[in-house]
C-alpha cells in the first residue's frame, strides 16, 4: 500500500454533465476526507467519513455533491450538472482513528469544467 | 465557525537561511490540533508538523519548529537552514473535536528558496 490513490488525475467536462472520483485510502484508516481547492486557496473541507457512515458534511456540498463509501473502505465523489465554478482540485485525504490524527493526502483529481 | 489567518501570502529567503511563517486561528473550542501542511508544485500534501493544544512544548521536527502561543492563537513555523527542496506552498490547518473534525486550512504562504 503506497498511500491514498485518487482517480483520475485530471478530468475536463462540459458543463452540464456528471462527473465521478474515486479515492482509495490507506488500506487500515477508517477515516476519509474530501476536500476542494481553488486556484491559490486552501482546500476547503467537504465531508467526512468514519468507515462507511459520513459523520459530517460542510454546507459547500450543494445538493449537486454526493458521496458514499459503500464499504468502509473506497469512497467516490459525485458531482452531477456541473458548472464551472465547480473547476478545482478534488482532494481525498485518510486517517487512522489510533494514530495521531495525522491526515495523509492523496494527490488530488484535477476537474476542469468548459 | 474556526478561520485560520496567514497573512503572507509570500515569502522569501536565502538558502540555509531561518524564515518564520505566521498563522493565527480563532476557535472556542479547548481540544483541538494545529497543523503545518506541505504542498510542493503540482505534488500532493504532506504533513510537516503537528501541535496538540493542551501541550505547553513547542513541537519540533528536525529543521521545523513551531511557536504555539495558545492564549494569542497564535502558530508560527519557523524553518532552520532552508534548503532548495523546502520551496512550496505552506498551509497552516485546525482540527478541532479532539483533531477527529475535517481540518480547516488557511490561504496559504509561498515559500521561495534563493541559492
Known amino acids: 500500500d503506497t498511500g491514498v490513490s485518487q482517480n483520475p488525475r485530471h478530468k475536463i467536462t462540459k458543463r452540464g454533465q456528471n462527473v465521478t472520483f474515486r479515492c482509495d485510502p490507506i488500506s487500515e484508516h477508517n477515516r476519509l476526507y474530501w476536500y476542494r481547492q481553488t486556484l491559490g486557496q486552501g482546500p476547503e473541507f467537504l465531508t467526512y467519513?468514519?468507515?462507511?457512515?459520513?459523520?459530517?458534511k460542510s454546507r459547500l456540498l450543494s445538493d449537486r455533491f454526493s458521496a458514499e463509501r459503500p464499504k468502509g473502505s473506497f469512497s467516490t465523489l459525485e458531482i452531477q450538472r456541473t458548472e464551472q465554478g465547480d473547476s478545482a482540485m478534488y482532494l481525498c485525504?485518510?486517517?487512522?482513528?489510533?494514530?495521531?490524527?495525522?491526515?495523509?493526502f492523496g494527490q488530488g483529481t484535477r476537474l476542469t469544467v468548459v | 465557525a474556526q478561520t485560520v489567518t496567514q497573512s503572507q501570502p509570500e515569502m522569501s529567503v536565502q538558502e540555509a537561511e531561518t524564515v518564520t511563517l505566521s498563522c493565527t486561528y480563532d476557535?472556542?473550542?479547548?481540544?483541538?490540533?494545529l497543523f503545518w501542511y506541505k504542498q510542493p508544485p503540482s505534488r500532493q500534501m504532506i504533513l510537516v508538523i503537528r501541535q496538540e493544544a493542551y501541550k505547553q512544548q513547542n513541537a519540533t521536527e528536525n529543521r521545523f519548529s513551531v511557536n504555539f502561543q495558545k492564549a494569542a492563537k497564535s502558530f508560527s513555523l519557523k524553518i532552520s537552514d532552508s534548503q532548495l527542496g523546502d520551496a512550496a506552498m505552506y498551509f497552516c490547518?485546525?482540527?478541532?473535536?479532539?483533531?477527529?473534525?475535517?481540518?480547516?486550512f488557511g490561504k496559504g504562504t509561498h515559500l521561495i528558496i534563493q541559492p
Open positions: 467519513f468514519q468507515n462507511e457512515a459520513q459523520l459530517e
Open positions: 490547518a485546525y482540527s478541532g473535536g479532539g483533531g477527529a473534525d475535517g481540518l480547516t
Open positions: 476557535t472556542s473550542e479547548s481540544d483541538y490540533y
Open positions: 485525504a485518510s486517517s487512522a482513528r489510533d494514530k495521531n490524527t495525522e491526515a495523509f
